[in-house]
């Protein structure tokens, strides 16, 4: 049997390298009516304002940066509901190359869009009947392109391991680190550079309610898989882990919580009226989690990744005027 060879902090570094001058080194903020109202230190991470709107640019650029000449000849092809796909779309214009995406036909119509501007062909599939992976396997195989997963490669985990490393460079080390999950790059990503440079942080992964499969699998001791999950959490509607983010989430993750799609909609009020930010459902999921832990220690200092920015402002302002 094949030892799955896992990603190491020092990839995270390495990844960080070839980022430089490409992703930005998004803001850490912090909010007083957060502290007070939750007795904690908060420390924001706030991807919503990297490079197309979210962490993916980070683990997508690290990826198609790599490719050999045949490889950046034939182009990138990935499967996504959306972050994921501008973020190979543009760094697949950014680096030179053909970018295809398969998004599900339902995707957000500003992440349809913005794919598209990027330069990317884009091919739709419906989520509930199709099966993305084969479809995009048959693509890739037809075109000779070479796929990059959204979360389940080890470029992409050290990619989107760099915006905890930022985090934990900029504020020492940190007593709790909440990250979305959803296929689990961020999350394992995230917990390598906490065990390199927090090694007594806590890692909590959050999941939406109705799409709890990676805390289904950390209590079963094995992959667990759903079917794909109805919440307003687009970017968390994955059907189940990966074997590199589960192994690396089972080994460093010490839970998985989850949050209701109400609580994220008060999450992302929250983030509009007191830190003046735009926020998608999906990049609540770690803040939101932290507001209903009663295990959350008085006084922690205490991490946030804030995953995304990306949404449809008619279905933003709806959410938010609780439509």
């Not at 030892?3 to 930005?24: E, I, S, Y």
């Not at 053909?98 to 036909?105: C, G, N, R, S």
């Not at 459902?281 to 804030?306: E, H, N, Q, S, Y």
Request: proline share 5%; glycine share 10%; aromatic share 8%.
């Amino acid at each position: 049997m094949t030892t799955l060879q896992l990603p190491t902090f020092d990839d995270v570094r390495a990844a960080a390298a070839r980022l430089a001058g490409h992703a930005h080194r998004t803001p850490v903020l912090r909010s007083a009516t957060a502290d007070e109202r939750w007795g904690a230190s908060f420390f924001f991470k706030c991807e919503n304002f990297q490079r197309m709107g979210a962490f993916k640019f980070r683990g997508a650029f690290n990826a198609l940066s790599r490719f050999d000449d045949r490889q950046r000849k034939a182009g990138a092809i990935a499967f996504s509901s959306g972050n994921h796909a501008q973020a190979v779309a543009l760094s697949a214009r950014l680096l030179g190359m053909p970018a295809l995406i398969v998004m599900p036909a339902d995707a957000p119509a500003a992440k349809l869009a913005a794919t598209r501007a990027y330069g990317a062909e884009v091919v739709l599939y419906d989520r509930f009947t199709e099966d993305r992976e084969a479809l995009t396997w048959q693509l890739a195989t037809e075109r000779g392109m070479t796929l990059i997963p959204p979360y389940d490669h080890p470029d992409v985990i050290t990619g989107q391991g760099t915006a905890a490393l930022e985090l934990f460079e900029e504020t020492g080390p940190l007593d709790r680190l909440y990250v979305c999950l959803g296929g689990g790059g961020l999350t394992s990503g995230s917990a390598l550079a906490a065990r390199a440079l927090s090694p007594q942080c806590q890692v909590l992964g959050v999941e939406p309610e109705a799409g709890n499969d990676g805390q289904q699998s950390l209590r079963a001791g094995h992959i667990v898989t759903i079917p794909t999950p109805q919440t307003i959490a687009d970017g968390a509607q994955t059907q189940h882990l990966g074997k590199y983010t589960f192994a690396v989430i089972q080994r460093d993750v010490a839970d998985i919580q989850t949050v209701s799609d109400a609580q994220l909609v008060d999450a992302m009020r929250f983030f509009a009226e007191r830190m003046k930010m735009v926020v998608e459902p999906t990049g609540c999921l770690a803040f939101a989690a932290a507001c209903a832990d009663a295990t959350l220690p008085r006084g922690a200092r205490v991490g946030i990744i804030v995953s995304g920015g990306n949404v449809d402002l008619g279905r933003y302002a709806a959410l938010i005027a609780g439509a």
